[in-house]
């Protein structure tokens, strides 16, 4: 799944033009490069290199990552090559299993694809384990805030999976993975009694 994911971004990468590399992404202050840097850094970094930097930022990953893809001065193209090459690379974040890069690459990837206006169908079976990982209780330390599902019954209408109970929200897994991530969606891409509390929540309208 992850070699797949990592392959088609790569691919899809490989015609951008400088215009859309500089295309501001959902991800907040990042450029569609910015993203691109931050799916490399793992393969950047060493183990060792990388824990020495997370305890410079007092274990903050985000903070880590934020401050490498901003600082990340190689090519474009050159980016993309060490996506590609790592696409059966297996790291992990501590504490987290092989559902977690997958998670990552998929979200990013509607962080690119969906201000780029590209199309952003997710295979239901990626898509599947992205949410999984997205509405569990660990899923808090890196992906979501905490408490953010509370009370909502969310369901895919693209694929076999639902989670919760309560207000409902319905919508493709794409939406549905970009909205829980925190990011923009369109509003007709969501629906049911639960969208504006998921909004309020998220902080983003």
């Known amino acids: 799944m992850i070699s797949q994911e990592r392959r088609d971004l790569a691919d899809l990468l490989d015609g951008f033009t400088d215009e859309q590399w500089n295309t501001p992404s959902l991800?907040?202050?990042w450029r569609v490069r910015e993203v691109v840097a931050h799916l490399a850094m793992p393969f950047s970094l060493s183990l060792p290199r990388m824990m020495l930097k997370m305890a410079?930022?007092?274990f903050d990953f985000n903070r880590l990552s934020s401050t490498w893809a901003i600082n990340e001065q190689r090519p474009n193209a050159e980016l993309v090559g060490v996506l590609r090459a790592n696409a059966e690379n297996r790291f992990t974040p501590?504490?987290?299993g092989a559902e977690a890069p997958l998670t990552d690459v998929v979200t990013h990837?509607?962080?690119i694809r969906r201000p780029l206006g590209l199309p952003t169908a997710v295979a239901p079976a990626h898509a599947i384990v992205a949410l999984d990982l997205l509405v569990s209780k660990k899923a808090t330390r890196a992906f979501v805030k905490k408490g953010l599902l509370d009370g909502l019954a969310v369901a895919a209408t693209d694929a076999d999976?639902?989670?919760g109970s309560g207000a409902e929200i319905r919508g493709t897994s794409a939406a549905l993975i970009t909205a829980i991530a925190g990011r923009r969606v369109d509003i007709d891409e969501l629906s049911g009694d639960g969208v504006s509390l998921l909004r309020t929540r998220t902080g983003v309208s």
């Open 27 to 29: 991800c907040a202050g």
């Open 56 to 58: 410079a930022t007092g």
């Open 94 to 96: 501590p504490g987290f």
């Open 109 to 111: 990837g509607q962080d």
């Open 161 to 163: 999976w639902s989670h």
